[in-house]
């Protein structure tokens, strides 16, 4: 993950996500509008969805992260993306 990616704010990760799907859709997207209940976006986007997040953030979305909820709104984007990029504190025991 790049220094850049790791200084990025909910905000500013919000923000990312909003102009690129503004950028794809050729409309502004409020961030709790749900994307696929608005038919904004299909189930083929959200894979391109989930690529774009992992190259934009430097994150890995697998296994239950993968849930189609995850991703039906910037709001849910930006807190997948959020909890994917805070480290996991181990225990020593």
Do not use: C, W, Y
């Not at 790049?2 to 996500?17: G, H, T």
């Not at 794809?24 to 749900?34: I, S």
């Not at 992260?65 to 909890?83: A, C, S, Y």
Request: a negative charge; glycine letters at 6%.
């Amino acid at each position: 993950m790049s220094e850049e990616a790791k200084s990025e704010s909910p905000a500013d990760i919000e923000q990312e996500i909003q102009d690129f799907l503004s950028g794809r859709l050729k409309t502004a997207v409020p961030r709790d509008q749900d994307l696929f209940e608005s038919g904004l976006v299909t189930s083929m986007f959200a894979m391109e969805l989930v690529v774009h997040l992992e190259a934009a953030h430097g994150v890995s979305i697998i296994g239950g992260d993968l849930r189609l909820d995850n991703f039906r709104t910037v709001e849910r984007m930006t807190q997948l993306v959020t909890r994917l990029r805070t480290p996991v504190k181990v225990s020593d025991g």
